[in-house]
């Protein structure tokens, strides 16, 4: 299975952007999934993730209230709907799955290291 994040660019603080990746030679619908993002200089960080079907998602304490992560398993879609963007959130941003969970706590499903399929990143610029 391959992904591929798009949908990143360069937006004004305040604005919003929608993340999309595509997911290609295999089916991600047993798989939960997340976003991660990594600023320059900093180390890889988790975003935000969801299970298998979308029930539970899991954000990160930064994006809490102003990111939404979802999935379409029809389109073998996921996506991160992103408002209120602030300069700190500038980043590329990445799509994983795992396929060790179809679900799980917010322990493992934030967990860089459980992430065994991962897209080529997306880069999101934010201006203040």
């Known amino acids: 299975v391959q992904l591929q994040a798009s949908g990143g660019g360069w937006v004004q603080a305040g604005g919003s952007l929608r993340l999309s990746c595509a997911a290609s030679?295999?089916?991600?619908?047993?798989?939960?999934m997340g976003w991660f993002r990594q600023a320059p200089g900093k180390e890889r960080e988790f975003a935000a993730s969801?299970?298998?079907?979308?029930?539970?998602?899991y954000y990160s304490d930064s994006v809490k209230g102003r990111f939404t992560i979802s999935r379409d398993n029809a389109k073998n879609r996921l996506y991160l709907q992103m408002n209120s963007l602030k300069p700190e959130d500038t980043a590329v941003y990445y799509c994983?799955?795992?396929?060790?969970?179809?679900?799980?706590?917010?322990?493992?499903?934030?967990?860089?290291?459980?992430?065994?399929?991962w897209g080529q990143g997306t880069q999101v610029t934010v201006s203040s």
């Open positions: 030679g295999g089916s991600v619908r047993r798989y939960a």
């Open positions: 994983a799955a795992t396929t060790s969970f179809y679900s799980g706590s917010y322990d493992y499903l934030s967990a860089l290291r459980y992430y065994d399929l």
């Open positions: 969801l299970t298998y079907n979308g029930d539970t998602t």
